[in-house]
């Protein structure tokens, strides 16, 4: 989006070598700093083979507002596969789809914050997503989401920052209240696609799309973004690239 507002960069690094390629996202909501700062860090990995591609602030103006979003942005994570002449981040949806399409993307993280921890969960809902990674259901995401999460869990000596598979589209019990004008999830399953990155899956069938959460209730942001760190870095050595 060169020469708007919501401009922001997108680090492309190659290794002049053919492999797979992985999109990594932080910033969708501007007050969940641990995904941004971890994806800023993830620009100074070097592939070994394929490629690597970045963009840290995906909702650059939200981030500088301290918000999740606002009305006038629109949510990234409601809005794909985007719209060219909706909303600023309607536009930034259409612009993440077509550098998919252009680059041939194999697997797409989207780094984010929830509030409390998915163990911890007193019911289901979007504020308790904490240390979770969930795939949009197609085998290789499952087989890879999971593959990840042990991977990261070999190197935790606290439990309560073990990261969770968890199941996509979820299921969640009929009822529950909201926290904090947080909406929660369905008390059926929900359709495995719609306007959130996950749903990408349905439009790439051949893409891992992959949903990572830290939660910030009592983690140190030091703490969920080294962690969001080592979850990239596992996808990197798991698809032999790294």
Known sequence: ????????????????????????????????????????????FRPSVGALIVIPRANRQAILAGKRTTPELGDLNRLYPGNPQGLPMARMAAEIVSLIERHQVNVLLDLHESWGFYKERPYSGTAFLGQTISAFPNEKGIVLGQQVAAAVNRGINDSRDEMVYREYPPRAVAGAPPVSGQRTEEATPVRAGGSASLGLGSR?????????????????????????????????????IS
């Not at 060169?2 to 797979?20: D, F, H, L, M, R």
């Not at 939660?215 to 703490?223: I, K, V």
């Open 204 to 240: 790439f069938p051949d893409m891992v799309a992959l949903l990572v959460e830290m939660g910030q209730q009592d983690q140190p942001l030091e703490r969920r973004v080294s962690l969001h760190v080592e979850v990239v870095r596992e996808v990197l050595r798991a698809l032999g």
């Open 1 to 44: 989006m060169a020469g708007t507002p919501q401009e922001t960069p997108a680090y492309v690094i190659g290794s002049g070598k053919p492999g797979p390629v992985v999109l990594v996202l932080g910033g969708v909501h501007g007050d969940e700093p641990g995904g941004w700062l971890a994806a800023e860090q993830v620009t100074e």
